[in-house]
């Protein structure tokens, strides 16, 4: 009896040790606070992402649109939050049954509220159809916006 | 309407197989600075390769003259094992000229 007791005692007293551990644990990763200031790129996530024919100065949409004519040149503009020291967006543009027309990928250094615009542009004009595209951030993919040429 | 219409949707003016995206420019800009190179190395696009292409003919397109194919062919070494022999469908990273 003085034996099984003993052993409640110290099945009872280990799992208290990782509860407490445990605890512990989550309270540091809580306070979000890394010591340094410099936050990861974890940190950052896409809020937005819109396409159209014309950008502002502050590389915001002024002219949102998803009917495209085959001389245009296409904007996708994608609002960030958050810091991340090298932060890689990357537009991946494609056509109809997934035919990739283009891909292209910056690295920003982003802090706060961030925008960055991808445009495209075929001199000799868009085939009509129906076109996606994905943004990703850091490789996932975080957004994406369908429109059309007609 | 063809067996190759059927196959690929035959959504492009031409109706014929694949749509050519091969003079399609990009480019891209930020409010956020760019990123610090990591290791010396410039900051890329991709590219990726249709059919009928060949390095010069991208040299040519993205940096305006067909001699700068070496600075592709170097940034892609882990892909093309031989310069004359590109395929549809490979993503090249093109660095930025500067």
Redo the contacts between chains.
Sequence with gaps: MSIHTYGMARVCGLAFILLASGCGKRDAASTGDTGSGAATSAAVRVADVKVGRALGADKRVTDETDEFRPSDVIYAVVETQGSGANTSLQARWTYQDGQVVDESTRSIAASGEDVTEFHISKPSGWPQGKYKVEILLNGATAGSEDFEIK | MGVLDKL??G????GKG??D?S????????????????GGVA??????VVAGDSLSKIAKREYGDAAKWPRIYEANRDQIKNPDLIHPGQ?LNLPREG
């Excluded at chain 2, 003079?23 to 990591?38: F, H, N, W, Y």
């Design positions: 690929f949707g959504g492009g003016k031409s694949k749509a995206f003079d399609v420019k990009s480019g891209s800009s930020s409010t956020a600075p760019s990123a610090p190179s990591q900051q890329s696009r991709t590219y990726t993503v």
